[in-house]
Structures are given as C-alpha cells and as structure tokens.
C-alpha cells in the first residue's frame, strides 16, 4: 500500500498542474478546447449544448477529480477525513484562488468570482462522495 499513497500524491500534483496550464491559455487555445468539446458532445448525444456550460463543467469536474485525490492522500497519509476536511477544503480553495488568479494574464481570459465557488463546489461534493465510499468500503482494513 506504500506506493498507492505515492502513486496518489503524484495524481494529485499532476492534476494540480493540469487545472495551472489550463488556466495560462490564452482565450484562442481555451476556446478551442471548449469549442472542440460541444461540438463532440453535442454530436454524441445529439444536444445543444453552450460553451459557457462545457466551461463551468469543466471547472467542476478538474476540481472534483482535485478533490478526489486530495481526500484520498490524506486518508492513505492516516488522517481522518472527518478531522481533517477543512485542510482538503482550504487546499481546494487556495488551488481555485491561485487558478483564477493566473486566468487575469493570458491574453483575452478573464477571472471570476464565480468560477472559484464552482470550483470549490467540486471540490466539497467530491470529499462528501469520497468520504461516503471510503466508508462503505471500509478503505481503513484495506491501508493495513
């Protein structure tokens, strides 16, 4: 089990610097991605769909994953979830505050209050969802 905790500690720092050079795209390359995103998904489930969605998804969804692995770190690191949400939920905050922070750069992006909820947002119902599962599954017998 000593390298799951490892192998996770790396997933979170990678996904950390995915959500970091997403936000350092410029508006062309960010909307390109959004763009190329509808327009599959839109195909796929034959929907319409906005650009404006796929961005706010897509902002729940990184910080989701984010607070997946956060959750999961400090539970394979022996914390209790229970005390120690706060710190997965300050982390989440300060990651989506860094995050927009950077948005205010790139050529055409702009930041927004907003977005950081929603991130934030992501994060909490991933550490309520994970909690939740880690629980059922009793993930504590598999860490011994």
Same mark, same amino acid.
């Given at each position: 089990?000593?390298? $799951?905790?490892?192998?996770? &500690? $790396?997933? +979170?720092?990678?996904?950390?610097?995915?959500? =970091?050079?997403?936000?350092?795209?410029? #508006?062309?390359q960010?909307?390109? =991605?959004?763009?190329?995103l509808?327009?599959?998904?839109?195909?796929?489930?034959?929907?319409?769909?906005?650009?404006? /969605?796929?961005?706010? &998804?897509?902002?729940?969804?990184? /910080? #989701? *994953? &984010? !607070?997946?692995?956060? +959750?999961?770190?400090?539970?394979?690191? !022996?914390?209790?979830?229970?005390?120690?949400?706060?710190?997965?939920a300050?982390? *989440? &905050?300060? +990651?989506? %505050?860094?995050?927009? +922070?950077?948005?205010?750069?790139?050529? !055409?992006?702009?930041?927004?209050?907003?977005?950081?909820? @929603?991130?934030?947002? !992501?994060? %909490?119902?991933?550490?309520?969802?994970?909690?939740?599962?880690?629980?059922? @599954?009793?993930?504590?017998?598999? =860490?011994?």
């Amino acid at each position: 089990m000593t390298k $799951l905790k490892y192998i996770f &500690l $790396l997933l +979170t720092f990678a996904c950390v610097g995915f959500i =970091l050079i997403n936000s350092s795209m410029d #508006a062309e390359q960010s909307s390109g =991605l959004s763009f190329a995103l509808v327009e599959f998904i839109n195909d796929l489930f034959n929907i319409n769909i906005t650009e404006g /969605f796929i961005r706010k &998804l897509a902002h729940f969804t990184e /910080f #989701a *994953g &984010l !607070g997946y692995l956060l +959750t999961s770190d400090f539970c394979f690191f !022996g914390c209790d979830i229970k005390k120690c949400w706060y710190n997965i939920a300050f982390i *989440g &905050l300060l +990651t989506a %505050c860094i995050d927009e +922070t950077i948005q205010m750069f790139p050529i !055409g992006r702009n930041s927004a209050v907003t977005d950081i909820w @929603i991130d934030f947002a !992501g994060v %909490c119902c991933a550490v309520a969802v994970t909690h939740i599962l880690y629980k059922c @599954i009793n993930i504590k017998k598999w =860490l011994h």
